[in-house]
């Protein structure tokens, strides 16, 4: 979000009297793309009308997951004691779609351990509610998490996706989306989603937009409930309507 959209926000606020409250997440949001604009090279405009949501660098579209896919804070225990209903399988506690049990490296990294001795030393375990994303600690937790995602975004597109796809991929908001998204999935899923696009652009199918749907089946079609879900929440959001 620009300074000037923002600037425009604080003028409607006057004018209709807001809390100055209401504003303190969407400055958050400014600082947040003030400190990625320098570092991050991955920025792609859209043509399409019901992708404008998805416009931005790297850090935009990983909040966006963390906002329609993934949201905030689970832990085994709330289901024993009554804060979550259950069915979430053999998810570990997780935050942001951060998997403490399942992650890998990316909880290892100096960035994932950060992430977690924050949630620790807040007591969330015990504390924070299901879905709670941080309070005062939600933009530092974001930052974290786009550092942790981005390393192995570049390194999963460099090692499963063929340089002509990866350069169709991260010039596409929609595709990059979801490949950013294949992150949390992890490695195996990456791969499976990249030979997808790795097939259909050898046999000579480049829009990006046929693309992405082709990326989006395989998840309804993958066979697991949960990549499924995501599709699904995917093809509403971004408005493929294959589901």
Not at 7 to 17: A, G, P, T, V, Y
Not at 108 to 126: C, H, M, Q, V, Y
Not at 224 to 235: H, L, P, R
Request: cysteine-free; glycine content about 12%.
């Amino acid at each position: 979000m620009s300074n000037r959209l923002l600037e425009d926000i604080k003028r409607q606020q006057q004018l209709m009297n807001i809390d100055e409250q209401l504003l303190a997440p969407l400055q958050g949001l400014v600082d947040l793309g003030k400190k990625w604009s320098g570092q991050d090279a991955t920025s792609v405009d859209m043509d399409i009308p019901q992708l404008n949501n998805l416009k931005g660098s790297f850090g935009d579209m990983t909040n966006q997951v963390i906002d329609k896919l993934e949201g905030g804070y689970y832990h085994p225990d709330m289901v024993k004691d009554g804060r979550h209903p259950g069915g979430m399988g053999d998810s570990g506690e997780t935050m942001m779609g951060i998997d403490r049990k399942h992650g890998g490296t990316i909880n290892t990294s100096p960035e994932g351990k950060e992430f977690w001795g924050l949630i620790d030393n807040s007591g969330a375990r015990k504390k924070w509610k299901w879905n709670y994303r941080g309070g005062n600690l939600e933009t530092k937790l974001r930052d974290l998490v786009i550092r942790m995602m981005k390393p192995n975004y570049d390194a999963f597109v460099g090692r499963y996706l063929t340089p002509e796809a990866a350069k169709i991929v991260n010039d596409n908001p929609s595709l990059m989306f979801n490949f950013i998204y294949a992150v949390w999935n992890g490695p195996g899923w990456f791969q499976k989603f990249a030979k997808v696009v790795n097939d259909a652009v050898k046999q000579g199918t480049k829009n990006p937009d046929e693309l992405t749907k082709k990326v989006i089946q395989a998840r309804l079609n993958s066979g697991n409930k949960f990549i499924a879900q995501g599709g699904k929440k995917i093809d509403d959001f971004i408005g493929t309507n294959l589901a």
